[in-house]
């Protein structure tokens, strides 16, 4: 069976976005970018929300090869350019031209808890979730998130989106670590209840 990951970087006082969902409010360094290339090449599937998608598929498709970018960023491209992309959206439309379109699949929200259970059912590697708090909150209370993976960073919003919205869920912890190099903290949770 597969398993489904989740990565979020967090505030120290357990924000995944600052007011308005600033995203830049976070506590990111390289040591977020270092992992999230560790976690996507143990993955053959990104599933995300229409936000997050619409996000990556702005930004990282074209780094591959842009000759501005670093090493990382390149590698990071090439990898979500490699992956299977599912979205979990009832509005998000794509055109044939648009990058990612021949290896994305859009989910509508109602099916999201079949289309999951089924992945996970199927050989493959780790699916993988960044971003997308919405979607994985929904499938982490469904019992549908094998891992959670929280990026903690040494900031406090004290205002923003919280990272958790839904009933109280147990977790199981499996490790914490230092990223080499960063000063964010991995906490890593076994997550599935079913």
Same mark, same amino acid.
């Given at each position: 069976?597969?398993?489904? /990951? +989740?990565? $979020?970087?967090?505030?120290?006082? *357990?924000?995944?976005?600052?007011?308005?969902?600033?995203? !830049?409010?976070? @506590?990111?360094?390289?040591?977020?970018?270092?992992?999230?290339?560790?976690?996507?090449?143990?993955?053959?599937?990104?599933?995300?929300?229409?936000?997050?998608?619409?996000?990556?598929?702005?930004?990282?498709?074209?780094?591959?090869?842009?000759?501005?970018?670093?090493?990382?960023?390149?590698?990071?491209?090439?990898?979500?350019?490699?992956?299977?992309? /599912? +979205?979990? $959206?009832?509005?998000?439309?794509? *055109?044939?031209?648009?990058?990612?379109?021949?290896?994305? !699949?859009?989910? @509508?929200?109602?099916?999201?808890?079949?289309?999951?259970?089924?992945?996970?059912?199927?050989e493959g590697m780790e699916i993988l979730v960044f971003g997308s708090r919405t979607v994985w909150n929904d499938l982490l209370t469904a019992g549908?998130?094998?891992?959670?993976?929280?990026?903690?960073?040494?900031?406090?919003?004290?205002?923003?989106?919280?990272?958790?919205?839904?009933?109280?869920?147990?977790?199981?912890?499996?490790?914490?670590?230092?990223?080499?190099?960063?000063?964010?903290?991995?906490?890593?949770?076994?997550?599935?209840?079913?």
């Amino acid at each position: 069976m597969r398993t489904l /990951v +989740v990565c $979020s970087i967090v505030s120290l006082d *357990g924000f995944s976005a600052g007011p308005g969902g600033d995203l !830049t409010a976070l @506590p990111f360094d390289e040591g977020f970018n270092a992992y999230g290339l560790e976690r996507l090449r143990a993955a053959d599937t990104e599933l995300t929300g229409r936000t997050s998608y619409e996000m990556f598929r702005g930004h990282w498709p074209g780094k591959a090869d842009d000759p501005s970018a670093d090493e990382l960023e390149r590698e990071i491209s090439r990898e979500h350019n490699a992956a299977r992309q /599912v +979205v979990i $959206s009832d509005s998000l439309m794509i *055109g044939e031209e648009e990058p990612w379109s021949a290896t994305t !699949t859009v989910v @509508p929200r109602a099916k999201a808890h079949t289309t999951v259970r089924e992945m996970l059912a199927a050989e493959g590697m780790e699916i993988l979730v960044f971003g997308s708090r919405t979607v994985w909150n929904d499938l982490l209370t469904a019992g549908l998130v094998s891992e959670l993976h929280l990026l903690v960073g040494p900031k406090l919003l004290g205002d923003g989106v919280p990272v958790f919205s839904g009933p109280p869920t147990p977790l199981r912890l499996l490790e914490t670590r230092r990223l080499d190099g960063s000063s964010l903290v991995l906490h890593r949770y076994g997550a599935r209840t079913i």
